[in-house]
């Protein structure tokens, strides 16, 4: 995929979906760091003090959250253009990118809700 002219609605369709695409990656990334420090017994998620969980999850989450945002808005300006000779890319950019966004913004909240943090020992 060359670089384009962002003003063209067939660029934002192509941009938009290959973004949104991408921002599966680091939500699904965060979802096993979620998975694998979720305590059953506890029914919480729990992380050390001092090692690099909170950051991890923090840089997949905003990570995918801001690419999937992107991609959301480049499918959104792009979708029902005439001039738009790729409108099926342009609604895979808008859904997948929404549903990237809804699903970080919902992992977000689980962690805050869910969170314990173990002091060090």
């Not at 384009?4 to 938009?16: H, I």
Request: aromatic share 10%; proline share 2%.
């Amino acid at each position: 995929m060359g670089l384009g002219d962002l003003r063209r609605f067939e660029v934002q369709a192509q941009y938009a979906m290959v973004l949104s695409i991408l921002a599966t990656a680091p939500l699904v990334m965060a979802a096993l760091m979620i998975a694998r420090n979720y305590n059953h017994d506890l029914g919480q998620i729990v992380y050390g003090e001092g090692g690099s969980f909170l950051k991890m999850f923090l840089a997949c989450v905003g990570t995918s959250g801001m690419v999937g945002a992107i991609g959301f808005v480049l499918g959104w300006c792009s979708a029902g253009q005439r001039r738009n000779d790729r409108p099926k890319q342009s609604w895979v950019g808008f859904f997948v990118g929404g549903f990237v966004v809804t699903i970080a913004l919902i992992m977000m909240i689980a962690f805050v809700m869910l969170r314990l943090e173990q002091p060090l020992s």
